[in-house]
């Protein structure tokens, strides 16, 4: 029996695993967990059902399905399987956790240099804990005055994701039973509900401090009486989707994250204490958010760059005369809706933004800058944040605001929805590895044939675990919605010596949509893997229009080689009526590539193109990610590394970016954003790291502010050490409310 009484559905404790394996160990461990598992045809598709043997795990919530579930997700990352949950409630006592390992290669399989970090193999065997998705729900059910989670004072996670610390050559020696957030990647917490049962003050629904990769989607916790739904968050390649959070002191208990974390579709309603307290690394993004109850509050940060806020196209209802918002540090609001008889939102000493005791305050655009200490290095003055408005500088709150007795548009609250991708088991989904289609994904045979005939037949594709090579571009129509099993155990990628991919001069995607605005495309949960050794490949060609999607889609290629040919152009084009939303987009690499190379090139679309949370890394071209002539472009959150231009901007019109932090830090003269010949401009709390001048970054040079620039726009410069809360030109850069359709 368990401690709570309840009939345990595993008779003994998961195995314990030493804290540091080899990829031999762990291999043969995932041979003998889908030996002995009951469902050797699922763990062919990529899924380790807990239900099933041998881990039993009760969905009617009468036994504690606890150690059931921790075995589970354990068994599933060893043998690179997602760990599903079918409809039910699983009764659970004590917190699960989701770990990354330190596994280090036997022999290293890449020829050449690499960067120390790619040393372990660890970022191949994450956690991935996935609910059904159509038919049902499946709940986490927290038992009643459960042991451990009664302290306020020390909140304790139900689900718990973290990643070991790793060696690095040069530095101290880690300690892999203390967590280290910046490599937790690519864990990921989907469609799943939580409640967090009576009696648990010190409850937490999720704790997931996640980097590159990571992700916490459609997920719903009811935590009445409970400490808070969510603690930390991702950031750095990591975000957050489609949350709803009832009850708790805190909604989102945000005292530490990733860099500029993002927060899309959110819903948080009758908190006790405040919705959102916010103290992140760079910047906090909330789009589409919909908070009735608290408000949100700020807490004072430990450094310069962090602890800013922005709100997009959200709406607040805060009865009382307590703030909606009371933050210290920078805060932006576009197009927020707040039904307050108190102050909307009170900024460091700035005056206060007045509420109404009757209707609502529509607050089109407000910028304010809040107070931070600079570095040392860097004179060790009390600064505040500049805002510009047509290149001068203004010390004074921006404020643009009305008065409505009818609130928000209806469609606002269904602007930023996170579109569901289909369940691998729902109906009228197609498994490519079934009859009639027998691709192989066995990283060998060509599947092109298998593939498009599924695709050309049928509008939602499932592309099971596997290695899929192709020996000419997957075409997709408008109404294809293809996905697979996570962002690393579905790939794709050329057939060697493929005739397709065999010209230089016109290099060809693996995959490529129709040129339609109208197209529904969705695109989610897959690798595309283009080889370092042939120039005459890239990623994917997207030309789908504001209603597609792309969804966890990880671009990447191998480490370096010592006779690679430098790639010399884009990893993804987005390109005709491209357009529609990009979510938790990371592209990575920086290894043999010339001056044109682009993590993204977009060019002369006008369709609405949004990026929730967008991070391209290290890339050595002359920007990592460049625009031409586009119109209509919305980046929620942004992080990098490196030492080039982050975003090249030419001819271009209505872009907006909401938040940027990380350590790129541009070579002496270069800018982070440049621009060119392009207007109707926004960019909201750019708050770049700055560590200490001269120190070793992990880049080619040593960095120094001063001798770089933060935005190069036509001349005018604004100096690497100017961190700013707002820079905008032409007028009011439009909201995306005037996008709506």
Known sequence: MCLLGFACTVSAAPVRLPAIRSVSQVEARGKEVIARYADHQLAELGFLEVTKAPYNADPTGKSDATQALQQAIDDARDAQLVAYLPAGRYL?????????????????????????????????????????????????VLADRAPGFGDPNRPKPVLYFWARSMQVPGRPVADPNVPQANINFNQKILSLDLELGRGNPGAIGIDHRGAEGASVEDVRIEAQGAFAGFRYAPGSGGALHGLTVRGGRFGLYLTGSQPSPLVSDLELVGQTEAAVLASTRGPLTLVGARIQGAGIRGQKPWIAWDGALNVVDSVLDR??????????????????????????????????????????????????????????????????????????????????????????????????????????????????????????????????????????????????????????PLRLKGGTRLFGVSNLYTCLCPVDKAAAYANPTEPQPLIETVDDPQARTLLALLRLEVPVLNPCVFALRWRAGRDSVVQNVYPSRPPWHPN?????????????????????????????QGPDFRNLLVTGTREPLRFYHLQPQFARGNAMIEMRDVRNVDIYSMKAEGDFTLLWLRGCRDVRLFGFNGMLLPAPGWALIRVEDSRSLLLANIQPMMPRIGAYTGHLVNYDPRTSFLVIDDGFKIAGTEQFAWYQTDGSAPSATLKMR
Not at 104 to 128: H, K, L, N, Q
Not at 565 to 578: D, K, S, T, V
């Open 92 to 140: 659970v006592s004590d917190t699960i956790e989701g770990i990354i390992g330190v596994v280090r290669w036997d022999r290293w399989p890449y020829e050449g240099w690499a960067d120390p970090w790619e040393a372990e193999a660890s970022f191949e065997y994450p956690c991935v804990l996935m609910g059904v998705r159509e038919g049902g729900r499946a709940t986490l």
């Open 319 to 472: 009865p009382g005369s307590e703030p909606a918002i009371l933050m210290q540090r920078s805060v932006v609001l576009s197009n927020v809706w707040v039904r307050t008889a108190g102050t909307v939102v009170q900024v460091d000493d700035h005056a206060r933004l007045p509420g109404r005791a009757e209707g609502w305050t529509h607050v089109r655009s407000y910028a304010a800058g809040g107070r931070v200490q600079y570095p040392k290095e860097l004179g060790g003055k009390i600064r505040r944040d500049t805002l510009w408005t047509e290149r001068t500088e203004r010390a004074e709150p921006l404020v643009q605001v009305t008065h409505s007795e009818q609130g928000p548009p209806a469609a606002l609250a269904q602007l930023h929805r996170l579109p569901r991708c289909p369940d691998p088991f729902g109906p009228g989904v197609v498994n490519v590895k079934a009859p009639p289609w027998n691709a192989k994904g066995d990283g060998q045979t060509d599947d092109i044939d298998a593939l498009q005939a599924a695709v050309d037949r049928h509008e939602t594709v499932f592309l099971p675990k596997g290695k899929y090579r192709v020996s000419r």
């Open 564 to 592: 690679a040919p430098a790639m010399n152009h884009p990893m993804i084009r987005i390109e005709g009526a491209g357009g529609g939303r990009w979510y938790t987009q990371t592209y990575l690499g920086g290894w043999s």
